[in-house]
Each structure stands twice: as C-alpha cells, then as structure tokens.
C-alpha cells in the first residue's frame, strides 16, 4: 500500500476545521493536523503578498490522492488552491495500517 501526505493552506482557523471535518466524514483522510498562524508569502497578482494562514496536513493512502485534491478544491475559499500531495516513503506498520482501516 502507498501513502500520502497531502497539505493546503485556509485562511482561517475555521475554515480549516470545516474542511478537515468534511474531509475526515467523507472518509478521504485519516487524520489532519491543523497548524495555526503560518505567515506565507507569496506572488499574486503581480505583486507579493504576505497573509497569516492555516497549514493543514492531510493523511492518506495515495490512491485517494486525486480524490482529496479534487474535494478541497471544490470546498475551499481560495480561487487558486494550494494542495501538494507528498509520498510517504517509510512510517510505523501500525500507523501505517490504522490509516488504512480508517479510510473508505
């Protein structure tokens, strides 16, 4: 079995935990970790921007991957969403099978 990694960025708080809910009742992850207060910078619209936002971490198996980043792009508030999907190369069997088990 392969698995993943997956992470976004919500700009708040409560925007993440409604998109990690969802995610976690539709049994598309495992389990998410909700990173409060990330300072991003970045390009957009032609100039840099820096904004406070909430890192999620999603996990996986990969073969859902594709499922996850459609499903966050549909429910997010971003016009362009960041989800990056990362592999999982090693972990604990047990984790890595509770994961698994968790997961439609």
Known sequence: M???????TCSSKKEAQ????LLLENRLI?????????ESHYWWQGKI?????????LKTESRLSDDVIK?????HSYE???????????GNDAYLQWISDSLK
Do not use: D, H, Q
């Not at 409604?18 to 809910?21: A, V």
């Not at 499903?71 to 429910?75: G, H, Q, S, V």
């Not at 989800?83 to 999982?88: F, H, K, R, Y």
């Open 80 to 90: 362009v969403t960041e989800v990056l999907s990362l592999p999982i190369e090693k």
């Open 18 to 21: 409604g998109l990690l809910t």
């Open 71 to 75: 499903f966050i792009k549909e429910n």
């Open 2 to 8: 392969a698995y993943s990694i997956l992470m976004t």
């Open 30 to 38: 495992a389990c998410g970790n909700l990173i409060p207060s990330v």
């Open 49 to 57: 921007e820096i904004s406070n936002e909430v890192l999620i971490l």
